[in-house]
């Protein structure tokens, strides 16, 4: 008598949580951004960043970037589940095509006078961020970066003052010459 061999995955094993940035390429129509969002929630997935634009103006398409985390059957599900949206033309894992380029826009108001005015203006100069706006006892400034980069920004300017931020989400781009569609 033979025995046949089952194999089973074993319940011990944790796969790695890990932060993926898609690029989904949609049509520019009313309901899409909702449709995905429900997506994600419907399943209990978090976003992390969203960003949306339209990118074509006379083909009416738009391109949305999420970042979230997940396993990498998490990750294969919601990928998978996104190409099956009707308005969906193409979803892209920059995290997977390799080095992509990544930014994060974030506006920074800071209040405080005396020292911790002059500490505020020190960091905003060390980090390369703008003034864009000064008064006598308050700074706008406006950074460029990595996700990483604006949080250590925003957390030392908490120590001299923060009041505010604004934060425009990752925007991603893939490196090298192919676009995300093939």
Do not use: W
């Not at 996104?82 to 826009?105: C, I, K, M, Q, S």
């Not at 006078?113 to 961020?129: I, S, Y």
């Not at 920004?153 to 991603?172: D, P, W």
Request: proline letters at 3%; hydrophobic letters at 40%; a negative charge.
């Amino acid at each position: 008598m033979s025995q046949m061999s089952t194999h089973y995955p074993d319940p011990t094993r944790v796969e790695p949580v890990n932060r993926h940035t898609l690029a989904i390429v949609v049509d520019n129509e009313p309901g899409v951004l909702a449709r995905i969002s429900g997506m994600f929630s419907g399943r209990g997935y978090n976003i992390e960043s969203l960003t949306v634009t339209e990118t074509e103006h006379e083909a009416h398409v738009s391109r949305i970037t999420i970042v979230t985390t997940g396993t990498d059957t998490i990750i294969e599900q919601i990928k998978s589940q996104l190409d099956r949206l009707v308005p969906v033309h193409y979803v892209a894992d920059l995290t997977l095509l390799g080095d992509a380029v990544e930014r994060e826009l974030c506006l920074v108001k800071v209040v405080g006078k005396g020292d911790h005015r002059v500490e505020a203006m020190r960091l905003a100069a060390a980090f390369g961020a703008r003034t864009l706006d000064a008064t006598l006892t308050s700074f706008v400034y406006e950074l460029t970066g990595t996700t990483e980069e604006v949080e250590r920004f925003i957390k030392l300017m908490t120590a001299v003052g923060l009041v505010e931020v604004s934060r425009t989400g990752v925007a991603a781009m893939a490196r090298g010459a192919e676009g995300i569609i093939p």
